[in-house]
């Protein structure tokens, strides 16, 4: 939601003031000769406060690499595309007639464009279009459209936008609607969506009508975002009643089928990313909240909004930066707070979210004049710092390129691109292309405030109206709130402020003699556009404040600070100069105080000189330093020496394992140089060694010298020759024998096993026993080696009766003892302990000043203790807050206590001071009306007074009297505190001549020329001629077209109301350019000037065309007719008109000049 702001230029000495430069910012610009008149503006479009608007602003990259800007609504009923060079030099220009009247959305798919529009369709008519998608190929060709027609559809795109994307051969819309007429007789709004088969351009879904959230309906949606993740639709909705939150909806269905509706069965998704509390203190459609982004990272879905401080709505109005990260399954949510501006302070405003890559993300938002910016991460989380750039937003999304993020903010004919480096924050260019009219201007005067500009290229002339006279209100004294017209003081010192304020909504221009005087901020939080001068030196200063365009009407303001001519005491030296820094010295005035700085050049540097001479390796030099900072200097270089070898020396000799050295010595400088001596060789002594039964035979070569060896002329080893073998260890039952082989050549012996003999067993039968199973036992007799087999089991024991050999107890176990009667083994049994028979020692409580026990118990039967009772300490006093006892008011002390919560015992008493009134000197003060009509009746407006956030009540709190309220001029309404308020504050209201009751004239029936069609009016009040500008504005609308056009009159300055008048613009009046003679008829041909929807031809035997004749023509292309069936050898008359059908009513224009022919027999 844009507010237009007065454009206030400080001038100096008759020169604009530029904006400071910021650091890292570079600007350049061109400037187009071409008079194309553009309209609207971006800045800031992207921001709004309770519901979005369509995207009209988009940037891309060509395939070139040059870029495309395409703009809505810059020239109306086309789309405008322009091209630039990858430097951002206008390239060429493309106007594109619009599909249906509303733009929606514009997409470029890489391979084709794509545009949606719409219509509005207030009669429900459900033949009627209402969206439109139409596909373009990349030189804006027009290939194929689809639509959808009714769609429960009055106004699309209604309080919402609309977003495109594609993935596939499938083309997905998001948007919104204003749907047909409810059961309770209201128009209702919602989301829509749309899938499109991009190939064949057919819709292949869409769901226009009402549901709930799990079929991805929104109700109240007041933007949309939509993207896709594989093969399903993630959508985002900033809803307003169901549900009322940001919520995420992810389809489950698979929109590639070319369908995307859910079933019953595979309902939606949803999660709501910030949940918006209701909103009492105003209209139910504001949450507080705007979103500007919506994307997919690799791990979350990425939501970028702007809100108030959503747990206080109703009174929270500074809004800060917000990044969610919710998972894909929807299953966690997370917000992250970016900024943390103070409540009371500007703004964020809506951010703009730039996908990088799929782990990371640029978040961008402005505020004030800045734009501030940091990287995301793919959690939505901070990643480095936050950095902040002079510059503005728009709703133009950033596009990617070569590492920056560039996007473009337009105002009419200026364009200005910014071009943000991505790895590094603090690089942002600019580039300004300024387009349009080269105007030369005509400035206003006194008595005529008409502005005219005309272009030197094309001769467009372009007019409008300033004011003839210039009202400046002042205030010199800050501590009141009222302003004067009458500057009351022009003497100040250095550090005071006065504001000044101009009332009308004019853009004005103020110039200051010497603007180093003085410093001129905006004051903030203010509904009215004040400005504070604050004097900084001392001097005379001359103001002058105009109407722009009209500087002949300048009031004129001298002011003087401090002194006129200053009388400077003797400098004093601040700053002490040296040889490295300059120094600095102060006067100061005798009179005022004003001080002026002046500076002390360097000392001179105080050098010795030192000859150093040439080396072999080092030049010579003179060198000069500074004995007092060391600063130093050479000049005078000799080249060096360079080095004398002497003969080289042995210093090692080489052998046949290392190299040698020898070394050169410098004759003058003693520097060594060594180098290198080569090994000398081996000398080898051969000796053959035979081959053995497992060696190889070889011949050996050794150095004699070193030992260095190496082997050659090899032979393979013979092999062993064994002979008999003969038994060393005899075999048993129990262990292996061996046996021993000997090679007949080299005595090698190898040893064989010889196997176990077998055992030999005697066998024994052992009966069983109680415990022991019986067996049959196999043993050796030779190694005594056994085994056992047929094994019978063990009997097991019989036991007789228990007998107890001790006494169980509360706390130990007792025994038992049982005999088996078969072989006297015994077996001890426990007895389990009989526990303690607990009894209970009650407790009782403490109190807040004595001790009390815990309960416990003991055992009745060994009195053991089974739970010891503990001492519970006494809890003392529990304090109350105050209690107030006796309320004090005015004059009147009060009481209060505060007492124990448990026993109520009182602790402690005070007074509490008595009330002091409190002042309403302070109070905010709102007026029921603050501009009222001169009617001859007192005027006296009702108040509404708050002192602190606390509404006063009228006759308790205070009292109200009026002045000056019977008459035009500026009301008092004065507030006198009563009852428990003291002090008063006053307030001003306007009284101004009723306009309404002016009498205006000069309004009439105009001709069609195409261009806006003006009046001279005349605008009487009481027989006063009124002056326009002054006492009036005139404004015009629907003044260009056929039709009926209106003129609003409105009251200025002294006047207040309005006058609405409306005057009719008929078709321009036609010519006939050739009339020719036929048999009995004749052939008219005219010349078609303006629009028109048809044409009629009149003719008559008498210049008066009395009983004339008609001849319609519906075609409006049509601009010749034969007119047949007359009577030969006759004059006729003849004449043209056209005519205009608006709305179901014709408009005709004038007759053109008669003309008259003969007919032919």
């Known amino acids: 939601m844009n507010v237009k702001k007065r454009m206030l230029s400080i001038v100096l000495s008759g020169a604009m003031a530029v904006s400071t430069a910021v650091s890292a910012r570079s600007f350049s610009a061109f400037a187009v000769a071409q008079c194309v008149a553009y309209s609207g503006s971006n800045v800031n479009d992207q921001d709004y406060v309770q519901w979005s608007d369509t995207v009209k602003s988009y940037l891309t990259v060509c395939d070139n690499g040059n870029y495309m800007r395409v703009q809505s609504g810059a020239i109306e009923g086309k789309l405008l595309v322009e091209y630039y060079s990858s430097d951002f030099e206008p390239l060429s220009t493309k106007l594109i007639d619009n599909e249906l009247p509303i733009f929606g959305a514009f997409y470029d798919s890489g391979n084709n464009y794509y545009v949606l529009s719409g219509q509005e369709n207030p009669k429900q008519n459900d033949s009627l279009e209402v969206f439109r998608i139409t596909k373009y190929d990349k030189n804006w060709n027009k290939i194929k459209s ?23 051969d499938h083309l997905l819309v998001r948007t919104c609607h204003e749907m047909y007429k409810s059961s309770d007789g209201n128009n209702h709004q919602a989301n829509v969506t749309i899938e499109v088969d991009m190939p064949s351009m057919t819709i292949t879904d869409s769901y226009t009508g009402v549901m709930n959230v799990d079929y991805g309906y929104v109700s109240h949606s007041f933007n949309q975002f939509i993207k896709t993740d594989g093969n399903h639709i993630v959508a985002l909705d900033h809803g307003d009643a169901h549900p009322r939150s940001a919520v995420l909806v992810k389809y489950n ?34 949450t507080g909240a705007a979103i500007g982004g919506f994307d997919v990272s690799s791990s979350s879905y990425i939501v970028a909004q702007s809100t108030v401080d959503l747990d ?20 966690t949510n997370k917000l992250n707070k970016i900024t943390s501006y103070a409540e009371g302070t500007a703004s964020a405003s809506v951010p703009q979210l730039v996908k990088i890559n799929n782990n990371s993300f640029l978040l961008l938002w402005a505020r004030d004049t800045k734009v501030s910016c940091v990287k995301l991460n793919a959690d939505g989380t901070v990643n480095g710092s936050i950095h902040t750039f002079e510059g503005s937003l728009s709703d133009c999304q950033p596009v990617i390129k070569n590492g920056r993020a560039v996007w473009y903010v337009y105002d009419k004919n200026n364009v200005t691109f910014n071009s943000l480096n991505l790895s590094n924050l603090d690089d942002i260019k600019t580039v300004d292309v300024k387009t349009g009219h080269d105007y030369e201007t005509k400035y206003a005067s006194k008595t005529d405030g008409t502005v005219t500009q005309t272009c030197k290229s094309c001769g467009y002339v372009n007019k409008f109206t300033v004011p003839t006279s210039t009202t400046v209100y002042w205030r010199t004294d800050l501590s009141n709130t009222s302003f004067s017209s009458v500057l009351s003081k022009t003497q100040f010192s250095v550090g005071d402020s006065i504001d000044f304020w101009l009332y009308d909504d004019t853009d004005y221009t103020v110039e200051f003699s010497d603007r180093s005087m003085v410093s001129v901020n905006k004051l903030e939080n203010y509904a009215n556009d004040i400005r504070r ?44 100069p040296t040889c490295t820094s300059e120094g600095t010295k102060t006067k100061t005035c005798t009179q005022c105080g004003a001080t002026v700085t002046e500076t002390i050049a360097k000392l001179s540097h105080s050098y010795t000189t030192t000859v150093v001479a040439p080396t072999c390796t080092t030049n010579g030099y003179t060198l000069h330093k500074c004995s007092v900072c060391g600063t130093s200097y050479k000049d005078s270089t000799t080249k060096a020496t360079g080095h004398s070898y002497g003969n080289s020396v042995v210093t090692k000799q080489p052998t046949c394992t290392a190299e040698g050295t020898k070394t050169k010595t410098c004759t003058k400088c003693n520097a060594t140089v060594t180098e290198t001596i080569p090994k000398t060789s081996h000398k080898y002594v051969d000796t053959v060694i035979a081959p053995t039964c497992t060696t190889d035979g070889y011949t050996l070569h050794k ?3 070193c030992g260095t060896s190496y082997k050659d002329s090899t032979t393979k080893a013979t092999g062993h020759s064994y002979g008999n073998s003969v038994v060393t260890k005899q075999p048993t039952c129990t262990s292996v024998g061996t046996a021993i082989k000997t090679c007949t050549k080299c005595n090698a012996t190898v040893t064989e096993t010889i196997p176990k003999t077998s055992h030999k067993y005697t066998d024994t039968v052992v009966a069983p026993t109680c415990t022991a199973d019986g067996y049959t036992l196999h043993k050796c007799s030779v ?25 169980p107890t509360c706390t130990s176990e007792g025994t038992a003892i049982k005999t088996c009667t078969k072989c006297n083994a015994t077996v001890t049994e426990k007895l389990p302990a009989k526990g303690h028979t607990a009894v209970t020692d009650k407790g009782y409580p403490a109190t807040c000043t004595t001790a009390g026990k815990t309960d416990g118990s003991h055992c009745s039967v060994c009195n053991t203790v089974i739970k010891a009772q503990t001492v519970i300490n006494a809890t003392g006093h529990k304090s109350s807050g105050w209690i107030v006892d006796k309320a004090a008011s005015i004059g009147v002390k009060g009481s209060k206590h505060k007492e124990c919560t448990v026993c109520k015992k009182v602790l402690e008493t005070a007074e509490i001071p008595a009330l002091a009134k409190t002042s309403i000197s302070k109070a905010s003060v709102t007026l029921s009306t603050s501009t009222y009509a001169y009617d001859g009746k007192a005027k006296t407006p009702s108040v509404n007074v708050k002192v602190n956030g606390k509404t006063l009540k009228k006759d308790t709190d205070y009292t109200v009297s009026y002045s000056n309220n019977t008459k035009v001029g500026t009301a008092k309404v004065t507030i006198t505190g009563k009852g428990n308020y003291t002090g008063s504050v006053s307030k001003t209201y306007s009284i101004k001549n ?22 001279s009016i005349t605008v009487k009040y009481n027989g006063k001629t009124l002056k326009n500008g002054t006492d009036y504005t005139v404004s015009y609308s629907n003044n260009k077209s056929i039709g009926t056009a209106t003129v609003k009159i409105a009251g200025k300055g002294s006047y207040t109301g309005t006058i609405t008048k409306t005057f009719k613009i008929n078709p321009a009046k036609q010519e006939i350019q050739k009339l020719t003679a036929k048999s009995k008829a004749f052939f008219v041909d005219w010349a078609q000037k303006g629009s028109a929807t048809g044409y009629e031809i009149q003719y008559a035997t008498n210049s008066k065309f009395t009983s004339a004749k008609k001849v319609t023509i519906t075609n409006k292309k049509t601009d010749t007719k034969t007119v047949s069936k007359l009577s030969g050898k006759k004059k006729y008359y003849v004449r043209v008109r056209s005519y205009t059908t608006v709305k179901g009513t014709k408009y005709y224009g004038a007759w053109s000049a008669s003309k008259s022919v003969t007919t032919k027999k």
Do not use: W
């Open 146 to 168: 689809c639509g959808l027609y009714g769609a429960n559809t009055t106004v699309p795109f209604d309080a919402g936008s609309a977003r495109m994307t594609h993935s596939g």
């Open 253 to 286: 269905s698979d929109f590639t089928t070319g369908k995307f509706f859910p079933s019953y069965f595979e309902q939606v998704s949803n999660i709501d990313v910030v949940t918006y509390p209701e909103y009492t203190a105003g209209h139910y459609n504001y």
């Open 312 to 331: 206080y709505i109703n009174t929270s109005e500074t809004r800060n930066v917000y990044v969610s990260a919710v998972s894909k399954d929807l299953s």
């Open 533 to 576: 001068i604050t004097f900084k030196n001392g001097g005379s200063l001359t103001v002058k404040i105009y109407p722009t365009y009209n500087p002949s009407v300048a009031k004129t303001y001298k002011f003087t600070c401090g002194c006129t001519s200053h009388t400077y005491g003797s400098a004093v030296i601040t700053k002490q």
């Open 703 to 705: 150095c004699s010298v």
């Open 783 to 807: 190694c005594g080696t056994s085994y056992k087999d047929s094994i019978t089991k063990a009997t097991g024991h019989s036991y007789g009766n228990s007998v107890v050999t001790k006494q």
């Open 994 to 1015: 009723n306009f309404k009751k002016a009498t205006v004239s000069g309004i009439s029936t105009k001709a069609f020329t195409g261009k806006n069609i003006t009046h």
